[in-house]
C-alpha cells in the first residue's frame, strides 16, 4: 500500500524525510514571497517619468498626477534666472522609466528670495560685521550665497569693516537681508593717522609763519637808492 511505503519510509527515515518536508515547504515559501513581491512592487511593469522642469509647480503636479505619480516637494531654493514658484529641477530626471506609482521630487524656485543673517550677534543696534577683517567679510558674504558685492574704502585708522549697506540701507546684527541684494562694504583704508599727522605739520607751519618775527638786516640797501643825491633815471 502507498501509505503504508510512506509510513513505513518516515519510521525508517525519520531525518531524511524531515529534510524533504523543510524543503518543499521553503520552496513553497519563497515562490509565495516572489509572486507577492511581484504583485506589490510592480515587478516588470514600468511607467516614464513625464519632464516637468520649467513648468509651475500647480502644472507640473497635475501632469505627474494624470500619469500616475506621486508628488514630495523636496525644497524651495531661489533662482533669479527662473520664475517663482516653477519646478528647478525633478527627480527622477524627465524620460526615465521607472515603476508605477513611484514619488516624484521637485524643487522649486522660492516665490521670495531667501533671507540670512550677515551677523548673529545678538547686539541688534549695532552695525553688522563691524570691526571684522575685510578678508573674513567677503569670505563670509561669499559663503552666504550673495553675488552682488563691491568694496568701498573709507578714511579710518584701520584697515577693518566700517559698516555694511544692502540695497543702499545700513545692515544692523541680527538683521535678516535678502540672498540677491546689493552690497556694499564700506572698509576703513588705515590712512587716518597719516592724514592727521599731515594735517598737524601743516597747522604747525601756518602757526609758525603767522606769530614769526619779521627782521631787517640793517646792512641791506637797495643798490639804486644807496645815495640820496643819485636820482635814478627817468626813461
Known amino acids: 500500500m502507498p501509505c503504508d511505503w510512506g509510513s513505513s519510509f518516515v519510521s525508517r527515515h525519520p531525518i531524511v524525510a524531515n529534510v524533504l518536508i523543510i524543503t518543499v515547504i521553503s520552496v513553497l515559501g519563497i515562490y509565495v514571497a516572489y509572486v507577492a513581491t511581484a504583485l506589490f512592487t510592480k515587478h516588470g511593469c514600468s511607467s516614464e517619468v513625464p519632464r516637468v522642469e520649467g513648468k509651475s509647480y500647480t502644472d507640473a503636479i497635475s ?34 522609466m521607472v515603476k508605477p506609482g513611484r514619488k516624484i ?19 541688534p543696534t549695532d552695525y553688522a560685521m563691524k570691526g ?28 577693518r569693516v566700517v559698516k555694511v549697506l544692502a540695497n543702499g540701507k545700513i545692515v544692523r546684527k541680527t538683521e535678516k537681508i535678502p540672498i540677491n541684494a546689493s552690497i556694499v562694504l564700506e572698509i576703513s583704508d588705515g590712512r587716518l593717522d597719516q592724514v592727521k599727522d599731515s594735517l598737524q605739520r601743516l597747522e604747525y607751519m ?19 637808492y644807496s645815495d640820496p643825491d643819485v636820482m635814478p633815471e627817468v626813461m
Open 206 to 224: 601756518r602757526n609758525y609763519k603767522e606769530t614769526a618775527p619779521v627782521t631787517e638786516d640793517p646792512d641791506y640797501s637797495d643798490p639804486e
Open 132 to 159: 571684522i577683517s575685510p578678508r573674513s567679510a567677503m569670505a563670509r558674504l561669499e559663503e552666504l550665497g550673495f553675488k552682488s558685492i563691491r568694496v568701498v574704502k573709507v578714511l579710518g585708522s584701520y584697515d
Open 63 to 96: 501632469i505627474l498626477h494624470d500619469a500616475g505619480f506621486r508628488v514630495d516637494i523636496r525644497d524651495s531654493l531661489y533662482r533669479e534666472d527662473i520664475k517663482p514658484g516653477y519646478v528647478i529641477e525633478q527627480f527622477p530626471k524627465g524620460k526615465l
Open 105 to 123: 521630487f521637485l524643487y522649486i524656485n522660492a516665490v521670495h528670495p531667501k533671507e540670512v543673517v550677515l551677523d548673529d550677534d545678538n547686539h
